[in-house]
């Protein structure tokens, strides 16, 4: 049976995969696997039969796996840069690791690495006495001093305003433009103030003071 190309019309000659006429590809027909009628490329099943082809089975559209690899990629990008932008934010920030220290008369959980130097101090007298210490060693700026005093009754600097109340510990913050905050405890006699930049690890800190029997 003579074949026609489908674009032009001219007769197909041979088995040749372009018309010698238009240059267009031909389209080839094939045989049903199961009864051997001509089938042309576009059905899907035997017009004799109603056998299904396996051209048909095979051009079904598949997923390209390196397009899946692309989209993937770009998904952990976007992950990784909205992950960035949070912490950068401060929404998500990783704690600081704590480690006890014993001061002797209090232990507390402090910054690893922080070195808690005593800058000041005022003996007892039969009112109260006061131990200041600064932090020279890691995460200075996260917690910089810690101040301990048995003087009740003293105020505050000018340049902090009380930010908000958690329990038995009180959050000042500086009103001076900076992350600074001021957050005091009292624990029995003591009264400890720290200050740093991280209130979440000075509250961390001020919550785990046990006080020497």
Do not use: W
């Not at 000659?13 to 238009?22: A, I, L, N, V």
């Amino acid at each position: 049976m003579q074949d026609y190309c489908k674009n032009c019309g001219a007769p197909i000659r041979g088995k040749g995969k372009f018309c010698h006429e238009c240059g267009r590809p031909i389209e080839q027909n094939s045989c049903c696997e199961n009864c051997g009628a001509e089938i042309s490329p576009n059905e899907k099943y035997c017009q004799k039969c109603g056998h299904k082809h396996k051209s048909a089975i095979s051009s079904i559209p598949q997923t390209d796996s390196k397009n899946k690899t692309i989209i993937f990629i770009l998904i952990a990008v976007v992950a990784v840069l909205a992950v960035a932008v949070i912490l950068a934010s401060g929404v998500l920030t990783p704690d600081v690791p704590l480690v006890t220290e014993d001061f002797g008369v209090f232990t507390m959980l402090i910054p690893e690495g922080s070195n808690f130097v005593e800058t000041s101090s005022i003996p007892s007298y039969g009112f109260g006495g006061y131990v200041g210490m600064e932090n020279a060693g890691d995460y200075s700026d996260e917690v910089f001093s810690i101040m301990v005093s048995t003087i009740r009754g003293g105020t505050h600097p000018s340049e902090v305003s009380l930010d908000r109340q958690e329990g038995d510990i009180t959050v000042y913050k500086s009103n001076q433009g900076k992350t600074v905050y001021y957050i005091e405890r009292d624990i029995g006699e003591y009264e400890f103030t720290v200050i740093g930049n991280d209130d979440e690890t000075i509250i961390r800190m001020l919550n785990s003071v046990i006080i020497a029997d």
